[in-house]
């Protein structure tokens, strides 16, 4: 359907991939994986005809349509929710109108001999074709469906899109994208901006109603989930799997090794010749066979073994001070702006120790109960916290409240402690800080570094209740897994607020969903509840 043909990309003197090749099948859900740098997101635009190639092409015939989420938008808000969304559906209705006016004029014409009346008539017959061909749609129900599975409420649908934050105007193009159908959805970083109810209806959709899909992920379960093929970028080359992510693991290990094998055979091989070299050079009767290996090693491709970052790097939080039996207490609190009420009438309570997840769809009040829980906002009822709680917070907008001058290095040499600071530039390497980087002074840095050094200071500072509101958002699958451990090892108490399923699975012994403006405990863990819940969630979603 699309052919990839011998792609080449390079920059500065640089070449980020070259001679790349290969075909995307219709029904073919890819997973597009690499390590941050590889070149995934170049690769993906220029497939959707964003960027061009330093040489190559991409070949599709003309009525297959690429449709493109990138992950950062410049949207116009100039309509409402439902409105934009429509757009969808506006080549079907300009369509449309045009059949219209043409068979007016062919109503009112007289010139049936005349070339023109011809083409109207060749017009008409190639619009019908195509508008009839379409499925008979209610287009207002499907905009409806699809921005109820993104987790927009049938209230939102006649407000202006200006009134929404840059992740709920993503979901607004992402429902624009899913009601096209296009051959080829494009997706690159597609839920950072969605929570779990609307992950779930998202993965449904794309498994079971969407064309060829390719998509640029850190979220594993997602990926998982939704694809049967894997393409890795690395080191200029690409590596294609028929294969879901997590098999492709497997996969990659076991060619590694085999390249590892070759590669040792190969250099006993060169190094045995230099040696016959550097024995008989100068010796006349052995002067062909030293020349004939000297040309060998001159044609010989030199065997590269691909970049996997072995690094063992296990981090623990610092030992977390004794707090008191019950470091959190919400009893009977609700909160409202104006007639908005977000909850009401919630209690819980969280013991010393315990690690619990809140969930929700996104407005339902779960970083309003973190704000409330912290003292940062007034509410009917009472919040306490206990004795001797010291709180680590991560919240969404964590990274603009950083000290822009300091450098990285200095940000977290400020925070750390004992044998830990020796280990610092080891902990910037986990996070994707390497070599002159933590030299940068963080006001040059971009929003999703400025969140990962966030993460890493937070990590070295000694506190007993951790709070972390979305804190996977910016971090690569070997970073989340990083925190993820140290997470577990964490012997104070923590509350996660997180749409990442992989990432939760393992972290939580309870529950407190928010939902219908009340929160529900559920003494039971993340990995049960989810479970629980995922049939249920697509049901109703799809109402």
């Not at 969280?350 to 009040?365: C, D, L, P």
Request: charged share 30%; with cysteine.
């Amino acid at each position: 359907m699309i052919l990839v043909d011998n792609l080449a990309v390079e920059f500065s003197g640089k070449t980020l991939f070259e001679d790349i090749s290969f075909v995307i099948n219709p029904n073919d859900k890819v997973a597009l994986m690499g390590k941050n740098g590889a070149g995934k997101s170049t690769m993906m635009k220029i497939i959707a005809g964003v960027d061009q190639p330093t040489r190559g092409k991409i070949s599709k015939p003309n009525d297959v349509v690429i449709a493109y989420l990138p992950q950062h938008l410049l949207t116009e808000d100039d309509c409402t929710v439902f409105e934009e969304a429509a757009k969808a559906f506006s080549q079907v209705h300009s369509m449309k109108a045009e059949m219209d006016d043409l068979n007016k004029q062919l109503e009112t014409r007289t010139d049936y001999e005349s070339e023109e009346y011809m083409k109207i008539i060749e017009r008409v017959t190639e619009l019908g074709d195509k508008y009839y061909a379409l499925e008979e749609v209610n287009y207002d129900a499907e905009v409806e469906k699809a921005l109820k599975g993104l987790g927009f409420k049938s209230t939102d649908f006649h407000r202006q899109t200006s009134e929404f934050s840059g992740g709920w105007r993503m979901r607004i193009e992402l429902a624009k994208i899913l009601l096209q159908k296009p051959d080829l959805i494009l997706l690159d970083e597609p839920t950072n901006h969605i929570d779990i109810e609307s992950v779930i209806w998202l993965e449904d959709f794309l498994v079971n109603k969407a064309n060829a899909v390719m998509v640029i992920s850190h979220d594993r379960a997602f990926i998982d989930n939704i694809t049967n093929r894997t393409i890795e970028v690395t080191m200029g080359k690409i590596y294609d799997y028929k294969a879901n992510y997590s098999h492709y693991l497997q996969l990659r290990e076991e060619r590694r090794s085999h390249q590892l094998k070759a590669y040792n055979e190969q250099q006993k091989v060169i190094n045995d010749n230099k040696a016959f070299i550097e024995r008989f050079k100068g010796t006349y009767s052995k002067t062909n066979q030293v020349a004939s290996r000297e040309r060998m090693l001159e044609k010989m491709e030199i065997i590269e073994i691909d970049e996997v970052d072995n690094s063992s790097l296990r981090l623990r939080f610092p030992p977390a001070p004794r707090s008191g039996d019950y470091p959190v207490n919400v009893k009977d609190v609700s909160k409202s702006y104006g007639e908005h009420v977000v909850f009401k009438d919630a209690n819980l309570v969280i013991e010393r120790g315990e690690k619990v997840a809140f969930v929700g769809r996104n407005g339902e009040g779960k970083s309003t109960m973190i704000k409330a829980i912290l003292g940062e906002i007034e509410v009917d009822g009472m919040c306490s916290l206990g004795h001797n709680v010291k709180v680590g917070y991560f919240a969404q907008n964590q990274a603009s409240l950083l000290d822009e001058e300091l450098t990285i290095f200095q940000t977290v040499d400020q925070v750390a402690e004992g044998d830990i600071r020796t280990q610092i530039k080891t902990i910037l390497g986990g996070f994707m800080f390497q070599g002159d980087d933590i030299d940068k002074k963080v006001k040059v840095l971009s929003g999703g570094e400025k969140t990962r050094l966030a993460m890493v200071k937070l990590l070295l500072e000694p506190v007993n209740l951790l709070i972390l509101d979305e804190p996977t958002n910016h971090l690569d699958l070997k970073s989340k897994d990083v925190l993820k451990e140290a997470l577990k090892a964490f012997d104070g108490t923590l509350i996660l607020v997180s749409h990442d399923r992989d990432f939760l699975k393992g972290l939580s012994s309870k529950v407190f969903e928010f939902k219908n403006k009340r929160v529900i405990e559920h003494f039971e863990t993340i990995d049960a509840f989810l479970e629980r819940n995922k049939i249920a969630t697509i049901a109703e979603l799809n109402l």
